[in-house]
């Protein structure tokens, strides 16, 4: 950029205001639908915590590599642009691939036929009775081409012991699977139900790597041969081909590489665009109003996960060749993704070569460690990310169950959004009442009330009124956490240090979350998920402001607030001590001239 070029500071902040409105309006379309597209396919709640968890550490680990690297080289619009022509391309191969070979009923008309959920004889929770059959729990490999369809799902007291040992049965009249040590659901064609048991908290054992699909499984007199179990077993390695897996373990690892690569071309769009932006107004001394792009960021969201699932609700269960109506998320993911490639042609960016990002993200972590309240807040987006996890990945599935659609699912989304944009018009008078230690305890505890409320949903629309907590939860959490970046962090390293406290909830929290949460919705349900989740939050709150009070406040003195604001009275004191010694030299200059005059007379 040279240094004659005049710079439109207003022109650049709407063209950014802009572009981060559509990528986040495009994200918005389907990341947060995209755990139920995978529970449509057939995958566990472990799988699908394994995949979104990956997704979080890809971007953890890529994100500022790659932002680094398109600096070094001063190829960021090259990289912006790859980013929203790469990754639409990768995400819409998901929606090619077909499902796993599971007996499925149209998620569509769940509302109609919804009904509470129940418990098994053992005290164990159960899911809605009239819950898809492409969940989780009764995922069955389909053994005969003509099948039972699904009508509903009945949970008897007491399952006999013959059952234990039944082998797959292909006849006409039932279809079961066996399970080592318990009971088996059993589909049936005569009274079209499915049977499903206390076992329903331990599916693990219902992936048997070693029952082909086309044959039944092996009786229960082979459990007592120990040498061809080995034998078996070792053909059916890990580390073997993906031919002699089940369908649903292909299906598992295919999405994961699609996910890994989607995530590697998108990863890089946020901190690169970001880097060169504030390079951008810093060069042109604007740096303070850099953050008002944010709000844009979180109003397009709303408009993205809003619109998509008003789109998606009015539609038929099958629209075109017979195409499940999910897939309209991915095509409004790309449509606006390609609306962002203008903007991103003229978006303001600068490269400034004397700063080095990666050792300012060093100095950062040091400032943090340094200070032990800012410790106390990492530890807190720590868990926060750990808690939003259980929230983005499974509450979806939680509403689902209780007849909601994608309509209720989009406009309950879009009101937490905007309840969390709104928290600005708030943070003056909550900065009167509370101090931010506080307002990050309270932030906490009403994430921790919000997950608690949804283990006890009842209807489509039961989610909507704890979104409206989420202007605390997450607005007033934030900044709290961006009043602690400002108290810790030294003059040019807020941002830096800011990254560290997103990073580590958003990304690093956020990732081991779903694998966590994955693995507990699996064994536990998604009822004590979230009941679990807000208990942990809960009662960290409780110790927080304990640790808060034995923490010594180190608060350090931030010189480039202190010179903005006293910048009118530093000019006039300087401008009064120039003129003071202008007048001091003047007056001893004619005192001098005068004095030698008077000698020459």
């Known amino acids: ?126 899911m809605s009775s009239v819950r898809p059959a492409t969940l989780w729990t009764r995922t069955l490999p389909e053994v005969n081409t003509a099948v039972a369809s699904q009508s509903a799902v009945t949970f008897p007291a007491e399952t006999s012991p013959e059952t234990e040992s039944a082998p797959f049965v292909t006849t006409k009249t039932s279809l079961s699977q066996r399970e080592q040590g318990e009971s088996h659901p059993q589909l049936s064609q005569d009274n079209t139900s499915v049977v499903v048991n206390s076992s329903l908290a331990e599916p693990k054992n219902m992936l048997q790597p070693t029952v082909s699909v086309a044959a039944p499984v092996r009786s229960k007199r082979s459990k007592s041969a120990p040498g061809e179990e080995e034998v078996e077993d070792g053909r059916f390695d890990f580390l073997g081909s993906l031919k002699v897996m089940d369908p649903q373990h292909q299906l598992f690892f295919l999405i994961l590489i699609i996910v890994s690569v989607w995530e590697c071309t998108s990863a890089p769009l946020e901190w690169t665009a970001d880097d060169g932006l504030h390079e951008y107004l810093d060069y042109a001394d604007a740096s303070d109003r850099y953050s008002s792009t944010s709000v844009w960021g979180l109003l397009g969201a709303a408009c993205g996960v809003g619109g998509a699932g008003l789109l998606v609700g009015q539609l038929s269960c099958l629209i075109a060749d017979q195409t499940p109506r999910s897939v309209v998320h991915f095509y409004c993911y790309a449509g606006v993704a390609v609306l962002a490639l203008p903007v991103a042609a003229y978006l303001p960016l600068y490269l400034n070569k ?38 983005d990945n499974f509450l979806l599935w939680e509403m689902q169950d209780h007849g909601s659609s994608e309509l209720h699912m ?106 966590a949460g994955g693995f507990a919705v699996q064994r536990f349900g998604l009822t004590w998920l979230f009941r679990g989740v807000a208990l942990g939050l809960m009662l960290w709150c409780v110790c927080l402001p304990l640790l808060q009070w034995k923490a010594p406040h180190q608060r350090r003195i931030n010189y480039s607030r202190l010179l903005a604001a006293d910048a009118s009275e530093a000019s006039d004191s300087e401008s009064e001590q120039d003129r003071d010694w202008l007048d001091k030299a003047m007056e001893e200059y004619r005192g001098n001239n005068n004095h030698g005059r008077r000698v020459n007379h």
């Open 354 to 391: 004397k700063r080095d990002r990666a050792n300012g993200l060093l100095k950062a972590a040091q400032l943090v460690r340094g200070s032990p309240r800012a410790l106390l807040c990492a530890v807190t987006t720590l868990l926060v990310g750990v808690a939003s996890s259980a929230v």
């Open 1 to 126: 950029m040279k240094r004659n070029k005049q710079i439109d500071v207003t022109r650049a902040l709407a063209l950014a205001g802009t572009f981060n409105f559509l990528c986040c309006c495009a994200r918005a379309c389907l990341l947060p639908f995209l755990t139920l597209y995978f529970r449509q396919l057939g995958l566990t709640p472990a799988m699908t915590g394994l995949i979104m968890g990956t997704k979080h550490l890809i971007t953890l680990v890529w994100s500022p590599v790659a932002s680094l690297l398109s600096k070094r080289y001063n190829k960021r619009r090259v990289v912006i642009t790859l980013a929203l022509v790469c990754s639409p391309a990768v995400a819409l191969l998901l929606q090619l691939i077909p499902p796993t070979d599971v007996q499925q009923m149209g998620t569509c008309n769940m509302s109609a036929m919804r009904s509470g959920p129940t418990q098994s004889p053992d005290g164990n929770p159960l």
């Open 410 to 515: 989009g406009l309950s989304l879009a009101l937490a959004l905007l309840s969390q944009a709104a928290f600005p018009l708030l943070a003056g008078r909550v900065s009167k009442l509370l101090s931010p230690g506080r307002v990050l305890t309270v932030g906490a505890a009403c994430l921790a009330s919000q997950c608690f409320y949804y283990s006890f949903l009842w209807g489509p629309w039961a989610a909507a009124p704890a979104q409206v907590f989420s202007c605390f939860s997450g607005g007033a959490l934030w900044w709290a956490v961006k009043v602690q970046c400002e108290d810790v962090a030294t003059p040019g390293a807020e941002r830096s240090v800011r990254r560290i406290y997103s990073s580590l909830s958003l990304h690093l929290g956020s990732g081991l979350g779903s694998f």
